[in-house]
C-alpha cells in the first residue's frame, strides 16, 4: 500500500515538472522501481543463508514489496486512462486486470514446473518433510530459489523491456487521444451555438409575428 501511494505521488509530481521528460516520468519511476527491486530479490534469493537474521529478512522482502508496488499507481493506470477515450476507460482497465491475472497465474505454473526443472524432490504419498534429510531439504530450498528467480527475471525483466516501447507509443499515442477529445469538444460546442442560434431565430420570428 505504501508503496503504491509513494509510486503515485512520484509519478503524479514527475509529470508535472516543467521539462522535456515531463510525458517520461511516470515511465521512469515505474522502470526505476524494478530496476532496483530486481538485485534486491536476487541477493535475498541466492544468498538467503547470509542474509543474517530475520530482521534483516523482513526488510528485505518489505523493501521489495515496497518498490515492486510502485509501478502500477506511478504508470500503469494512470497511463492507461490517458491514451483511451473516456468511453471504454472502464473496458480497458478491465481487460488490462484480466491479462495481468492470467500473467500471474501462468507465473505461478511456471515456479513449480521449473523448480522440477532445478530438481525438486517432491515428497512420497505419506511421506512428511521432517522425514526428508538436511541434504534433501537444502537441495529443493536451492531448487525452489532459483526457480522463483528466473520465473521473476523472466516477467519482471520482460516488463522492465516493454517500458522502454512506452517511451515511443505513449506520447504519439496520448496526443491522438488529445486532439480526438479536443475536435470532439469542438464540434459539440458548434452544435451548441447552432443549437442556440436555431432557437433565438424561433423566438426572434415568434416575436414578430
Known amino acids: 500500500m505504501a508503496g503504491s501511494v509513494c509510486g503515485g505521488w512520484l509519478g503524479d509530481k514527475g509529470s508535472r515538472h516543467p521539462s522535456r521528460f515531463q510525458h517520461y516520468a511516470r515511465?521512469?519511476?515505474?522502470?526505476?522501481?524494478?530496476?532496483?527491486?530486481?538485485p534486491i530479490l536476487c541477493s535475498l534469493l541466492l544468498f538467503l543463508d547470509d542474509v543474517g537474521n530475520f530482521a534483516t529478512f523482513s526488510f528485505m522482502t518489505v523493501l521489495i514489496a515496497f518498490l515492486l508496488s510502485m509501478s502500477e499507481q506511478a504508470c500503469d493506470n494512470p497511463l492507461l486512462t490517458e491514451v483511451v477515450?473516456?468511453?471504454?476507460?472502464?473496458?480497458?482497465?478491465?481487460?488490462?486486470?484480466?491479462?495481468?491475472?492470467?500473467?500471474?497465474?501462468?507465473?505461478?505454473?511456471l515456479v513449480g514446473m521449473s523448480a522440477e526443472w532445478y530438481g525438486y524432490r517432491e515428497l512420497e504419498p505419506g511421506q512428511s518433510v521432517e522425514t526428508l534429510t538436511e541434504e534433501e531439504r537444502e537441495h529443493n530450498k536451492d531448487a525452489l530459489g532459483n526457480s522463483l528467480l528466473s520465473v521473476?527475471?523472466?516477467?519482471?525483466?520482460?516488463?522492465?523491456c516493454l517500458y522502454f516501447l512506452f517511451y515511443y507509443l505513449y506520447p504519439k499515442q496520448l496526443n491522438k487521444i488529445q486532439t480526438q477529445l479536443r475536435?470532439?469538444?469542438?464540434?459539440?460546442?458548434?452544435?451548441?451555438?447552432?443549437?442556440?442560434?436555431?432557437?433565438?431565430?424561433?423566438?426572434?420570428a415568434d416575436g414578430r409575428a
Open 152 to 160: 521473476s527475471l523472466l516477467f519482471w525483466g520482460l516488463q522492465i
Open 85 to 109: 477515450v473516456p468511453e471504454v476507460r472502464s473496458t480497458a482497465i478491465g481487460l488490462a486486470y484480466t491479462f495481468m491475472g492470467i500473467v500471474s497465474s501462468i507465473g505461478s505454473l
Open 183 to 204: 475536435e470532439e469538444r469542438d464540434r459539440e460546442l458548434l452544435s451548441r451555438r447552432g443549437t442556440e442560434m436555431n432557437l433565438l431565430s424561433k423566438e426572434d
Open 27 to 38: 515511465i521512469m519511476v515505474a522502470q526505476g522501481s524494478l530496476i532496483i527491486a530486481l
